[in-house]
């Protein structure tokens, strides 16, 4: 099947830079929709940024001329440049999938990455 692995988080302090990376290994032959979402401690996880196939980008107002999400259809990959970071960024971010078209029968798969925790100490 599908599996979603992300890198790149850390400790990293208040203005700052970190740079997100999620990979979706399995027998793809697109991807829909790839985003990021971002849980911070004893909160929900909310929407950061998505990116379409052709490339429409979303943002939460939040992150807004600090973060950039790209992707690389062709390594089925979704990235996140962060900066300007602030405490409030603090959070597990987690990479999403939707619609992921699988080579094996045609059918489509959606899910979440394992997480990675970035930091930003003040």
């Known amino acids: 099947q599908v599996q979603l692995v992300e890198s790149g988080g850390g400790l990293v302090q208040a203005g700052g830079s970190l740079r997100l990376s999620c990979v979706a290994s399995?027998?793809?032959?697109?991807?829909?929709?790839m985003a990021w979402y971002r849980q911070p401690p004893g909160n929900q996880r909310d929407l950061v940024a998505q990116?379409?196939?052709?490339?429409?980008?979303y943002y939460v107002d939040s992150v807004k001329g600090r973060f950039t999400i790209s992707r690389d259809n062709a390594k089925n990959s979704v990235y996140l440049q962060m900066n300007s970071l602030t405490p409030d960024d603090t959070a597990v971010y987690y990479c999403?999938?939707?619609?992921?078209?699988?080579?094996?029968?045609?059918?489509?798969?959606?899910?979440w990455g394992q997480g990675t925790q970035v930091t930003v100490s003040s």
């Open positions: 990116i379409s196939e052709d490339g429409r980008t």
């Open positions: 999403d999938v939707t619609d992921a078209l699988l080579e094996s029968d045609g059918t489509k798969w959606s899910g």
């Open positions: 399995g027998r793809i032959l697109r991807i829909a929709f």
